[in-house]
């Protein structure tokens, strides 16, 4: 079906144009509606398999028992499918989510056209496209144009209330400086390529494992855990990634995966020829999707790793791991088998006087006032931040998050000051971890 213009209805301030959504992250902001976004959705792309699943996951939200869409899907196929979009723009605003060879290209295209931009992390997988982002934004900031990613890990509940804590210095103190051997902030996270989504197992389209078109891991997952350092220990503080950041020391690694395991997640029956030269001897597939690194970001040492393996173990699922470290108190979030693979956060004082523990009592009112529900449970020299499980809404929830979040200020007609800077220092930290990464042995 070919795409026609449609006039929007004056309650719509956003239309979405879809440009080859390759991963499901394209559909899950759309997993719920808003009264400011036309429910008619333009679809551009090539001619993919990508595409149908792309399709029939909105098809999915459309006919599901609890709070169904109503979603439009106006589709077209064709090689020349970005040319298309830009011709006709049918919509105001481009979302991308999938291969990320030539999103930034898309993105300053796109940007220089008069569209504004909702894309899926990373926007950037190497220096060569960090350029082309800073070409993006500046046309973006000369043309009144929203550029913005999603960042979905900022509403995750543990992650909140840690950088939360963090800000009252009674409880928390100041962060500490560290070390590169011993970093005050330490985030990692594990993910798995096979796993269910939205009830589903997850099909991967087999780009994903060709790290020139999906980028290395760290490049990709670490996106998230360097824009939550950033937002956390400097929160509304404009970064300069010229005299802020410097990286210290970056590796990077494989996950092995066999022909059955690359079968069972992408459907295929063999391993496609481009990712020949990614097979061992033995003919395993080894992914570049495993990365490290340690960088010192204003006064402070930080550490991020990322690790793929192909499943989690039973009962589990991707977790995260993080630590702040305060001069009163460390605040540490665990997910692993002791917490029932469920993201959990401590507070660990360094002092058990009674005076600390009196003025922790006090002004952890202040937080329980913001999160009603939220308590403190003490257990040996620790306390469990006992969260309800109203706040737990999940990952894929979160998109919807952040879509509010982004039609708040395209209503609006800008972000906050600090959010272009920051968003250079996040993708300057990634691309040049991952340039030292490659020269180490």
Same mark, same amino acid.
């Given at each position: 079906?070919?795409?026609?213009?449609?006039?929007?209805?004056?309650?719509?301030?956003?239309?979405?144009?879809?440009?080859?959504?390759?991963?499901?992250?394209?559909?899950?902001?759309?997993?719920?509606?808003?009264?400011?976004?036309?429910?008619?959705?333009?679809?551009?792309?090539?001619?993919?398999?990508?595409?149908?699943?792309?399709?029939?996951?909105?098809?999915?939200?459309?006919?599901?028992?609890?709070?169904?869409?109503?979603?439009?899907?106006?589709?077209?196929?064709?090689?020349?499918?970005?040319?298309?979009?830009?011709?006709?723009?049918?919509?105001?605003?481009?979302?991308?989510?999938?291969?990320?060879?030539?999103?930034?290209?898309?993105?300053?295209?796109?940007?220089?056209?008069?569209?504004?931009?909702?894309?899926?992390?990373?926007?950037?997988?190497?220096?060569?496209?960090?350029?082309?982002?800073?070409?993006?934004?500046?046309?973006?900031?000369?043309?009144?144009?929203?550029?913005?990613?999603?960042?979905?890990?900022?509403?995750?509940?543990?992650?909140?209330?840690?950088?939360?804590?963090?800000?009252?210095?009674?409880?928390?103190?100041?962060?500490?400086?560290?070390?590169?051997?011993?970093?005050?902030?330490?985030?990692?996270?594990?993910?798995?390529?096979?796993?269910?989504?939205?009830?589903?197992?997850?099909?991967?389209?087999?780009?994903?494992?060709?790290?020139?078109?999906?980028?290395?891991?760290?490049?990709?997952?670490?996106?998230?855990?360097?824009?939550?350092?950033?937002?956390?220990?400097?929160?509304?503080?404009?970064?300069?990634?010229?005299?802020?950041?410097?990286?210290?020391?970056?590796?990077?690694?494989?996950?092995?995966?066999? %022909?059955?395991? &690359?079968?069972? =997640?992408?459907?295929?029956?063999?391993?496609? #020829?481009?990712?020949? +030269?990614?097979? @061992? *001897?033995?003919?395993?597939?080894?992914?570049?999707?495993?990365?490290?690194?340690?960088?010192?970001?204003?006064?402070?040492?930080?550490?991020?790793?990322?690790?793929?393996?192909?499943?989690?173990?039973?009962?589990?699922?991707?977790?995260?791991?993080?630590?702040?470290?305060?001069?009163?108190?460390?605040?540490?979030?665990?997910?692993?088998?002791?917490?029932?693979?469920?993201?959990?956060?401590?507070?660990?004082?360094?002092?058990?006087?009674?005076?600390?523990?009196?003025?922790?009592?006090?002004?952890?009112?202040?937080? %329980?006032?913001? &999160?009603?529900? =939220?308590?403190?449970?003490?257990?040996?020299? #620790?306390?469990?931040? +006992?969260?309800? @499980? *109203?706040?737990?809404?999940?990952?894929?929830?979160?998109?919807?998050?952040?879509?509010?979040?982004?039609?708040?200020?395209?209503?609006?007609?800008?972000?906050?000051?600090?959010?272009?800077?920051?968003?250079?220092?996040?993708?300057?930290?990634?691309?040049?971890?991952?340039?030292?990464?490659?020269?180490?042995?």
């Amino acid at each position: 079906m070919s795409c026609t213009n449609t006039k929007q209805e004056s309650a719509h301030i956003a239309t979405f144009m879809t440009v080859d959504p390759g991963h499901f992250h394209a559909a899950l902001v759309q997993k719920e509606m808003f009264p400011e976004l036309n429910p008619e959705v333009f679809i551009f792309a090539p001619d993919a398999a990508d595409v149908d699943d792309h399709l029939n996951r909105i098809e999915g939200f459309n006919t599901r028992e609890n709070n169904p869409t109503a979603w439009i899907s106006e589709t077209y196929r064709g090689s020349d499918f970005f040319a298309k979009m830009l011709k006709e723009k049918p919509g105001n605003v481009l979302v991308l989510a999938g291969n990320n060879e030539k999103k930034t290209e898309y993105i300053l295209e796109a940007v220089q056209n008069g569209i504004h931009v909702y894309a899926d992390k990373p926007m950037v997988i190497n220096v060569q496209d960090f350029e082309l982002l800073k070409q993006a934004y500046q046309s973006a900031g000369e043309q009144g144009i929203l550029l913005y990613d999603i960042m979905t890990e900022r509403f995750e509940i543990t992650s909140r209330l840690q950088k939360e804590l963090s800000l009252i210095p009674e409880i928390f103190g100041a962060i500490e400086p560290g070390s590169a051997d011993n970093p005050s902030v330490v985030k990692e996270s594990v993910h798995h390529f096979f796993k269910f989504v939205s009830g589903n197992k997850i099909k991967r389209p087999p780009w994903f494992f060709d790290v020139t078109q999906e980028g290395d891991g760290i490049v990709d997952v670490t996106t998230h855990l360097v824009d939550l350092i950033q937002w956390a220990c400097f929160p509304e503080v404009i970064l300069d990634y010229k005299k802020d950041i410097e990286i210290l020391k970056a590796s990077r690694w494989t996950t092995a995966l066999t %022909e059955e395991e &690359f079968s069972a =997640v992408t459907r295929l029956d063999k391993i496609p #020829e481009y990712l020949d +030269n990614d097979l @061992d *001897e033995n003919g395993l597939l080894q992914v570049y999707c495993n990365g490290e690194m340690t960088y010192q970001l204003k006064n402070i040492h930080a550490r991020v790793k990322v690790e793929w393996k192909y499943q989690a173990p039973e009962g589990a699922g991707d977790t995260h791991y993080s630590i702040l470290r305060g001069t009163l108190a460390d605040l540490e979030i665990r997910q692993g088998a002791a917490e029932n693979y469920k993201p959990e956060l401590y507070l660990i004082p360094k002092s058990t006087s009674k005076e600390y523990l009196s003025i922790l009592n006090d002004k952890f009112s202040v937080l %329980e006032k913001k &999160f009603p529900g =939220v308590q403190l449970d003490e257990s040996a020299e #620790e306390f469990r931040v +006992n969260i309800p @499980d *109203e706040y737990r809404i999940g990952h894929e929830a979160h998109f919807g998050q952040v879509t509010a979040q982004f039609l708040k200020y395209l209503k609006a007609g800008e972000l906050p000051a600090w959010e272009v800077p920051n968003s250079l220092a996040k993708y300057y930290t990634t691309t040049a971890g991952l340039e030292l990464a490659k020269k180490q042995k």
